[in-house]
């Protein structure tokens, strides 16, 4: 079963708008979740990543909040770029170095 | 200059092909990864390795063999592939902490 889940599986903004995009997990030994950005035609690279004892992390227009309680958390990108346009991956780990990943949310941002 | 490459890009075998997919890293990084990516799926974890020599099972390991024959190169075979196997494979590098992975550019593989 998935231990990673994303929604929406598609998302589609404005320019200047706030994207959001949720992921949740079952995991309670996962402590670390990065996020993924992945280009048409590329490899998944890492944009940004929290650990489980934040409940925020900021970079730039992007920022993740983190809620442990519920086993949730969103990627809020501000000020939406079409340059941003791509799909996102949430992923989660714990000890042993394996990444479960998220089915992916494809953000399409309209100029 | 890349530090993750796959080869090769592209492939179409047929049903009962035998099918082997290259990757190299020159992060100097001990784990690597296999990845497949389907839609609806996201990445799911086929092999992996902490070194020359080393293999460890993912979540989808059926159907799929592979050997770390150096640090540096790392193989993916299929030796019986089926239309399943059907995917756009991923290979990845990270460290020992394993908290950021390097992805290559992917092979997307047919099977007929």
């Known amino acids: 079963q998935q231990q990673v889940r994303q929604s929406p599986q598609s998302l589609t903004v404005w320019e200047g708008e706030t994207a959001i995009l949720n992921c949740s997990y079952e995991n309670s030994a996962f402590d670390y979740f990065p996020w993924y950005q992945q280009f048409p035609g590329e490899g998944p690279a890492l944009l940004i990543s929290?650990?489980?004892?934040?409940d925020k992390k900021e970079d730039g227009r992007f920022t993740i909040f983190f809620n442990k309680r519920e086993k949730k958390l969103s990627l809020h990108i501000a000020d939406s770029q079409p340059g941003d346009s791509a799909t996102y991956f949430c992923?989660?780990?714990?000890?042993?170095?394996?990444?479960?990943f998220g089915s992916g949310t494809k953000l399409t941002v309209e100029p | 200059e890349a530090a993750v490459t796959q080869s090769p890009r592209n492939k179409v075998t047929v049903t009962g092909g035998n099918v082997t997919l290259s990757c190299r890293q020159t992060?100097?990084?001990?784990?690597m990864y296999w990845y497949r990516q389907d839609t609806g799926h996201g990445l799911r974890l086929i092999h992996y390795?902490?070194?020359?020599?080393?293999?460890q099972i993912g979540d989808v390991p059926d159907g799929y063999k592979a050997t770390r024959t150096t640090q540096e190169d790392f193989f993916l075979l299929l030796e019986l592939a089926s239309p399943s196997q059907t995917s756009l494979y991923f290979c990845?590098?990270?460290?020992?902490?394993?908290?950021?992975?390097?992805f290559g550019p992917g092979t997307r593989l047919t099977v007929l």
């Open positions: 992060n100097s990084h001990n784990y």
């Open positions: 992923a989660a780990m714990s000890n042993y170095n394996v990444l479960y």
């Open positions: 390795s902490y070194g020359a020599g080393n293999l």
């Open positions: 990845a590098s990270s460290d020992d902490r394993g908290r950021e992975q390097y």
């Open positions: 929290i650990l489980s004892v934040s």
